[in-house]
Every structure is written in structure tokens, then in C-alpha cells.
């Protein structure tokens, strides 16, 4: 099985900052990674698909790249309603998640 | 607009049974794969179970294979979960998930979740 791995697994930051959460895998996956934000008590949400791909309805200052085994999801600017849980996927596996906090 | 909506959670003893469904509207659920994800605050987001549109393809997460069955009647515009053997380490919320036209791995929209509890 392929194994997914987060980093960092939380990180404090502000509004207007730019974050970058990175996710590995343990093998080669070509680009067929996914990424979701996850608010308490809510399901999450697609964000990024396909790696790189901007899910219908989400904001621009969403990007997503990388390939093989190492991906990044990353915010330009970080607005109030970005702090949440971020998480990425590849077909039956989900990262263990980063949770972006103040 | 899409509408996922799972019911049929609750609290079950070990080796009990449970049957979750989801409710679909807002598209036209025969062209769907689907999925149900589970989601514990220990070990996080866990796909469990998919199936094609027309159900003829079906796969399940180590952990629940052969004591979970996941089916779909598409006249009804509902998925379906049979849970049977229920252990403790199956106590999550459970959600039903639709998968992208094209990359269906990518789960475009989900349900609220549904809380599954089984304990003695």
C-alpha cells in the first residue's frame, strides 16, 4: 500500500500569509493526488484534483503542483475562512492532514 | 443543487449489524461512481468502500472487506452500506461521497456524515 505523509502536521500563521503544506509519497504516483480543506464539524471539501487542477467554485489563491512523490498545495494569501484542516489523497489513501491555525 | 444526505448511524454492539444510506439528488446519480469515507479523530480520513455507476464494479479498504458490502439502486437515486461483524475500531463518521466525472477518486461532493458508535 502506499503510504501518505503530511507536512508540517500544524502551522500557526496569519492573515495574508502564503503557506505551502507538502505531501510525500512513498512511491511514485504520477499526478493523481487530490487536496481538501476540512472545517470542524463539516465534510471536507475538494479543492485541488489531479494534482494541479482547481475544483469548480474555489478560489484562485488555491494552487496545487508537483508530481511523483512530492506534492504541494499552496495558499497566496491566507484569508479568515482558510483556517481549516488540509488534506491530501491519492485513490484510497488520505493524508494524516495539516491543520492551519492563527 | 447536488445534495448528498446519509442516515442509519447509531450506536450497535460489537458484532452487530447496521445498514447506511444516502440519499442523492441534483444530478443524475446513475452516471456516478460513489464512495463511502469514514472519519475518526485517531487514525483520520479512511476510504472504505466504492462502486461504479451501473455496479458493476466494487472495491473495498482491507479493513472492511468481507464484512461490509456497498450496493447502489439507481431507480432510487440511493447508496447504500451494509455493515455486519461491526468492531469497535469501526466507530466513525461515516460519509457517502461522489466521485468526479473522470477522475473518480476525486470526491467532488459529500454527504454530512453519519455517526456510527459500536460499543457494549
Known amino acids: 500500500d502506499i503510504q501518505m505523509t503530511q507536512s508540517p502536521s500544524s502551522l500557526s500563521a496569519s492573515v495574508g500569509d502564503r503557506v505551502t503544506i507538502t505531501c510525500r509519497a512513498s512511491q511514485s504516483i504520477s499526478s493523481n493526488l487530490n487536496w481538501y480543506q476540512q472545517k470542524p464539524g463539516k465534510a471536507p471539501k475538494l479543492l485541488i484534483y489531479?494534482?494541479?487542477s482547481l475544483q469548480s467554485g474555489v478560489p484562485s489563491r488555491f494552487s496545487g503542483s508537483g508530481s511523483g512523490t512530492d506534492f504541494i498545495l499552496t495558499i497566496s494569501s491566507l484569508q479568515p475562512e482558510d483556517f481549516a484542516s488540509y488534506y491530501c489523497?491519492?485513490?484510497?489513501?488520505f493524508g494524516p492532514g495539516t491543520k492551519v491555525d492563527i | 443543487q447536488v445534495q448528498l444526505v446519509e442516515s442509519g448511524g447509531g450506536m450497535v454492539k460489537p458484532e452487530g449489524s447496521l445498514r447506511l444510506s444516502c440519499a442523492a439528488s441534483?444530478?443524475?446519480?446513475?452516471?456516478?461512481?460513489m464512495s463511502w469515507i469514514r472519519q475518526t479523530p485517531g487514525k483520520g480520513l479512511e476510504w472504505v468502500s466504492y462502486i461504479s455507476s451501473g455496479g458493476g464494479t466494487i472495491y473495498y479498504a482491507d479493513s472492511v472487506k468481507g464484512r461490509f458490502t456497498i450496493s447502489r439502486d439507481n431507480a432510487k437515486n440511493s447508496l447504500y452500506l451494509q455493515m455486519n461483524s461491526l468492531r469497535a475500531d469501526d466507530t466513525a463518521v461515516y460519509y457517502c461521497?461522489?466521485?468526479?466525472?473522470?477522475?473518480?477518486?476525486?470526491?467532488?461532493?459529500w454527504g454530512q456524515g453519519t455517526l456510527v458508535t459500536v460499543s457494549s
Open positions: 441534483g444530478f443524475t446519480f446513475s452516471d456516478y461512481y
Open positions: 489531479a494534482a494541479s
Open positions: 489523497q491519492l485513490r484510497g489513501s
Open positions: 461521497a461522489r466521485g468526479r466525472t473522470g477522475s473518480y477518486w476525486a470526491f467532488d461532493y
